[in-house]
């Protein structure tokens, strides 16, 4: 969903990325979180996970939100940014 919209635009834009949102988060530039811009690709560990890995990604829209799929239906919604899970590309 969102993964491979964010995949299709940068491949747009002749940036390759990765397919999924764990191998997207390898590559990159790692910044902190009061330095997240609009546009920024943001990636939440999943702490459900007993491995604590990168399973979630969403697309910085600034104040605190982002572009995000993680309700059902599977659509695009905005939704605000939750620091504790975050990690930020």
Do not use: W
Request: net charge positive; glycine share 6%.
């Amino acid at each position: 969903m969102i993964v491979h919209r964010i995949s299709n635009t940068f491949r747009e834009n002749g940036i390759s990325l990765p397919r999924t949102t764990r191998s997207q988060a390898t590559v990159g530039k790692r910044i902190a979180q009061k330095n997240v811009e609009a546009g920024d690709v943001i990636f939440f560990r999943r702490p459900h996970y007993s491995d604590n890995r990168i399973g979630h990604c969403g697309v910085d829209i600034k104040n605190g939100r982002m572009l995000n799929t993680y309700k059902s239906p599977p659509d695009v919604t905005i939704t605000r940014r939750r620091s504790p899970y975050c990690e930020i590309l």
